[in-house]
Nanobody, 115 residues
Framework: QVQLVESGGGLVQPGGSLRLSCTAS????????VRWYRQAPGKEREYVAI???????NIAASVMGRFTISRDTTGNTAYLQMNSLTPEDTAIYYC?????????WGQGTQVTVSS
């Protein structure tokens, strides 16, 4: 089955930025609706952003104005640009992709915001 891979996580200072990437093992993500989620220890998984296969995007209210979801020119890489990061953004960030009833998840990438 298709395997998603997230990358770009790491340690960043408050106020800093990171760009996360999501790719599919088959190299084809453009036909999928992609969502980003995050989960902090002891908390429920939280929806962050969506990018549909037709180009529609939206951002969760909790990160509106700071995060942006986008794709590369082929649509096969999904990005989550995160700016003005705060310690409350610390979590494992997951990529989710859905196409024709099939759902796939990546293993997650750790984002830690700390001085």
């Amino acid at each position: 089955q298709v395997q998603l891979v997230e990358s770009g996580g790491g340690l960043v200072q408050p106020g800093g930025s990171l760009r996360l990437s999501c790719t599919a093992s088959e190299g084809i993500l453009s036909k999928y609706t992609v969502r980003w989620y995050r989960q902090a220890p002891g908390k429920e998984r939280e929806y962050v952003a969506i990018s549909t296969s037709t180009g529609t995007t939206n951002i969760a209210a909790s990160v509106m104005g700071r995060f942006t979801i986008s794709r590369d020119t082929t649509g096969n890489t999904a990005y989550l640009q995160m700016n003005s990061l705060t310690p409350e953004d610390t979590a494992i960030y997951y990529c989710n992709a859905i196409f024709s009833g099939d759902t796939y998840w990546g293993q997650g990438t750790q984002v830690t915001v700390s001085s």
